[in-house]
């Protein structure tokens, strides 16, 4: 009887653990076989006493069909399972490409940044940093520009404080870099400044690139050199440039850069530029009469207009995807 129990329970757990059609038909090749488990137990029967055969041989039969009926539940809830798997497999094609995700990029302006960077980094130009929230000092005091310049109302902008506010030009960069390193200099700074100003060609925040040497013999004709240079890396050989004598406190001689723009007879002005004022090397400690540099800050977003002709530098801070993708 006990032996009969184990047998049962055996055979019962391998039924119930058939994972598949087929293999289930393993297992009932292994119970109800020639050579199956029910089968060998029936050859013992002869051999038996007589009074033991017929109780034996109920019990076998019990356990065959017990067995038998195991078997048949399991094959009905297995045929389900692969069917339903099939029916699924016919809605859900895993060939066909999942949803397309679109990529990100760097946004056309830090791709200009990337690209001033990179050609002046070639010219031999380090790259610095500097502070958006900047003092009075650096952006005005220090570049020649005390407090009663009619220079300083075009820019008297942001202020956070009376002595801080949102620097109006990348130049005070130039400034904290003579503080810290000893010419000879050759350095680049790109960030966003603020302004006062709001037009087709102008936004209340836009991003410069301000570049700064400092050396023994530089001249005027070196700043030319280096402007025109770099112009013509970032817009094309075939850009006309022009430059213009113009007035800023912290440069003498001080220059502005326009490049051909739209065709017809127009301009789109670039960037300031001149010799680095004897005043600005003074305020920093270095000898103006030993030293002599030249400095540029030139608009990141007028280059960007240039090389892609875009009339209006408004569409820069809408960041409408559509605008943005095109680059
Ligand atoms: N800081 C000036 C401006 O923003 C540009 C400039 C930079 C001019 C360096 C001369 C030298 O308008």
């Excluded at 013992?44 to 007589?50: A, D, L, N, T, V």
């Excluded at 407090?147 to 960069?173: C, G, N």
């Excluded at 010419?183 to 570049?211: C, K, W």
Aim: aromatic share 10%; proline share 5%.
């Amino acid at each position: 009887m006990e032996e009969f129990k184990t047998l049962f329970d055996q055979i019962k757990s391998k039924i119930e653990n058939a994972k598949s059609i087929d293999e289930l038909e393993k297992i009932r090749v292994e119970i109800m076989g020639r050579n199956g488990i029910i089968t060998s137990l029936m050859k013992k029967i002869p051999e038996m006493p007589i009074e033991e055969r017929s109780k034996f041989g109920k019990d076998v039969n019990d356990l065959k069909e017990k067995a038998n009926k195991f078997l048949s539940e399991r094959m009905i809830l297995l045929r389900e399972i692969e069917e339903r798997s099939k029916a699924f497999q016919k809605y859900i094609d895993l060939t066909i490409p999942g949803p397309l995700r679109e990529n990100g990029k760097i946004h056309v302006i830090n791709q200009v940044i990337n690209e001033c960077v990179s050609v002046f980094s070639k010219m031999g130009f380090d790259v610095v940093e500097g502070p958006e929230m900047e003092n009075v000092y650096y952006n005005f005091e220090a570049l020649n520009t005390p407090e009663w310049h009619p220079a300083r109302d075009l820019h008297d902008t942001f202020y956070i404080t009376d002595s801080i506010l949102l620097r109006t030009h990348t130049s005070p960069v130039q400034v904290r870099t003579m503080e810290r390193r000893k010419p000879p200099l050759r350095i680049v700074s790109a960030g966003r400044v603020y302004r006062n100003d709001y037009d087709a060609t102008h936004l209340p925040s836009f991003f410069q690139i301000e570049g700064l040497a400092i050396d023994q013999k530089i001249s005027m004709a070196d700043l030319k050199g280096t402007l025109e240079n770099a112009i013509k890396s970032l817009l094309g050989e075939d850009k006309k440039i022009r430059f213009r004598p113009h007035y800023f406190p912290f440069t003498e001689p001080s220059v502005e850069v326009d490049v051909s723009f739209g065709g017809k007879k127009e301009w789109l002005e670039i960037l300031g530029a001149g010799m680095v004022h004897p005043n600005v090397l003074r305020n920093v400690g270095i000898d103006p009469d030993k030293w002599q540099g030249f400095a540029f800050g030139m608009g990141i977003e007028r280059i960007a207009m240039l090389k892609y002709g875009i009339n209006d530098i408004r569409e820069f801070p809408r960041n409408s995807l559509k605008f943005l993708r095109l680059f």
